[in-house]
């Protein structure tokens, strides 16, 4: 599969240089829209690190149950796709997991009431977790694996009828972690946040970022 390694220029505009066959092509490329203070929040390091901070008690999550809790204030930094087309979209996030529930996550994005969220996450017990959440007016909430490592590759593709989750600790191996029927519309949005909703606040650094118009060939296999 060909990506596209993905170099930020955040909020400043795009250009684009081409390089021989036998390398990715390389962009500029900009987020195209900021939530929740996620511009004002992150700083760009290194050729294609960005490292954002989150606030206390931000989040993404709407409480099926009670007592009732409806929380959209975590920051987001979001790209348009076309989801008519297939695509798929990796990065590598390194949380600092202060606390509970602190995570740095990969995000569908519909609106505040109808997203995605695939995390690196830390449970009650304070271990690193891949945390799947699938909100349609409610959400529901998935603890999955645990990870023995600080950092760890989260990777969503559809291809058009299916979207998967996936994660590696090496950029080779992927996990699936959850598949589903992609039942939104062709405006998506696809991006990255981070929270703490039990914390003073979360730090999380993404790197590697790739995307491409193309789907994994093996939905079960991430690959």
């Given at each position: 599969m060909r990506y596209l390694i993905i170099f930020f220029i955040l909020?400043?505009?795009?250009?684009?240089?081409?390089?021989?066959?036998?390398s990715p092509t390389k962009i500029a490329w900009m987020f195209s829209?900021?939530?929740?203070?996620a511009q004002e929040n992150s700083k760009l390091f290194g050729s294609d690190s960005l490292e954002m901070v989150s606030s206390a008690e931000t989040d993404f999550f709407i409480e099926p149950g009670k007592p009732p809790y409806n929380i959209a204030n975590a920051p987001l930094l979001l790209m348009p796709v076309d989801n008519s087309k297939p695509f798929t979209f990796s990065i590598k996030v390194k949380p600092t997991h202060l606390?509970?529930?602190?995570?740095?996550?990969a995000f569908l994005y519909v609106n505040d009431s109808e997203w995605l969220k695939l995390a690196f996450e830390v449970d009650e017990r304070m271990t690193g977790r891949i945390v799947t959440v699938k909100t349609k007016a409610f959400s529901d909430d998935n603890n999955?694996?645990?990870?023995?490592?600080?950092?760890?590759?989260?990777?969503i593709s559809s291809d058009t009828k299916v979207v998967g989750f996936y994660y590696s600790l090496d950029a080779k191996t992927w996990q699936l972690?959850?598949?589903?029927?992609?039942?939104y519309g062709e405006n998506l949005k696809i991006g990255i946040g981070t929270q703490s909703p039990a914390g003073k606040g979360n730090k999380s650094i993404?790197?590697?970022?790739?995307f491409s118009e193309t789907s994994v060939k093996d939905f079960r296999m991430g690959i």
């Open positions: 909020f400043l505009g795009c250009s684009q240089e081409k390089k021989d066959s036998n829209e900021s939530l929740n203070n606390v509970k529930y602190d995570a740095g996550m999955h694996d645990a990870i023995p490592a600080k950092s760890v590759y989260l990777k972690v959850r598949v589903f029927k992609n039942e993404f790197s590697e970022f790739q």
